[in-house]
Antibody
Framework: EVQLVQSGAEVKKPGESLKISCKGSGYTFATSWIGWVRQVPGKGLEWMGIIYPDDSDIRYSPSFQGQVTISADKSIGTAYLQWNSVKASDTALYYC???????????????WGQGTLVTVSS | EIVLTQSPGTLPLSPGERATLSCRASQSVTSNYLAWYQQKPGQAPRLLIYGASTRAAGIPDRFSGSGSGTDFTLTISSLEPEDFAVYFCQQYHRSSTFGQGTTVEIK
C-alpha cells in the first residue's frame, strides 16, 4: 500500500526558517515524481512544484519559484519543502502527493499525504 | 499558465439528484490531461478521474468525466450522502494548475 506520511504541525514566527517532510513507502520512492500542494484554510489548491528523487530534477510553479525549496533524500525515501524565512502569508496546509503516471513530469496526483499545517504568527 | 475556471461555485442539490460540474481552461488541454478530485472537510483530496474520463481505482461508476480541449465536465449521476464535498479539477498538460473548486452542498 502506498503511504505518504508528513511531519507534524509547525508554528513559526516571521523570519524563521522551516523544513517539513514527507516520507513515502509502499512503492519505489526514487522513480516516482512527488509534489507539494498548498491550501490556505477554506480556499483552493495551489500546485507548488515537483521533484524526481532519483536525480533531483525539480520543477517549480512560477508563483513559488524562489519562495521555497523542494528537495528529496532517496536513501531514506523522504521529500522536503523548506523556507529560509517564513512570512505570515505562508500560513497554510501543505500536502505532498505522488504522481500517478510513473516517470512522467506531467501527471495527476494518485496518492496524498495527510497534510502539514504551518502557522506563521508573531 | 493555464487558468482553470470551475462553475458553479456552489451547487445545492438533494440526495439522488444528478450533479454536473464544469471546468473550463484558458487554453486547450491537449491529450486530455485533466483530473478531478474530491475533498471532504479535514481530509486530503482524493483522485476521482484522470485523463478527463478514466475513473481512478475504487471510484464508484456514478462518477464520470467527459470533455476535451477547453471544456470538461464531472457528472455524479445520483448523489449519495457521502458525495457532498468540494470538487477540484487539475490540468497537467503544461506544468499544472488547479481550478478554484465547486462545493456540492445539501439543499
Amino acid at each position: 500500500e502506498v503511504q505518504l506520511v508528513q511531519s507534524g504541525a509547525e508554528v513559526k514566527k516571521p523570519g524563521e526558517s522551516l523544513k517539513i517532510s514527507c516520507k513515502g513507502s509502499g512503492y519505489t520512492f526514487a522513480t516516482s515524481w512527488i509534489g507539494w500542494v498548498r491550501q490556505v484554510p477554506g480556499k483552493g489548491l495551489e500546485w507548488m512544484g515537483i521533484i524526481y528523487p532519483d536525480d533531483s530534477d525539480i520543477r517549480y510553479s512560477p508563483s513559488f519559484q524562489g519562495q521555497v525549496t523542494i528537495s528529496a533524500d532517496k536513501s531514506i525515501g523522504t521529500a522536503y519543502l523548506q523556507w529560509n524565512s517564513v512570512k505570515a502569508s505562508d500560513t497554510a496546509l501543505y500536502y505532498c502527493a505522488r504522481h500517478g503516471r510513473a516517470g512522467y513530469s506531467n501527471s495527476y496526483f494518485e496518492s496524498w499525504g495527510q497534510g502539514t499545517l504551518v502557522t506563521v504568527s508573531s | 499558465e493555464i487558468v482553470l475556471t470551475q462553475s458553479p461555485g456552489t451547487l445545492p442539490l438533494s440526495p439522488g439528484e444528478r450533479a454536473t460540474l464544469s471546468c473550463r481552461a484558458s487554453q486547450s488541454v491537449t491529450s486530455n490531461y485533466l483530473a478531478w478530485y474530491q475533498q471532504k472537510p479535514g481530509q486530503a483530496p482524493r483522485l476521482l478521474i484522470y485523463g478527463a474520463s478514466t475513473r481512478a481505482a475504487g471510484i464508484p461508476d456514478r462518477f464520470s468525466g467527459s470533455g476535451s480541449g477547453t471544456d470538461f465536465t464531472l457528472t455524479i449521476s445520483s448523489l449519495e450522502p457521502e458525495d457532498f464535498a468540494v470538487y477540484f479539477c487539475q490540468q497537467y498538460h503544461r506544468s499544472s494548475t488547479f481550478g478554484q473548486g465547486t462545493t456540492v452542498e445539501i439543499k
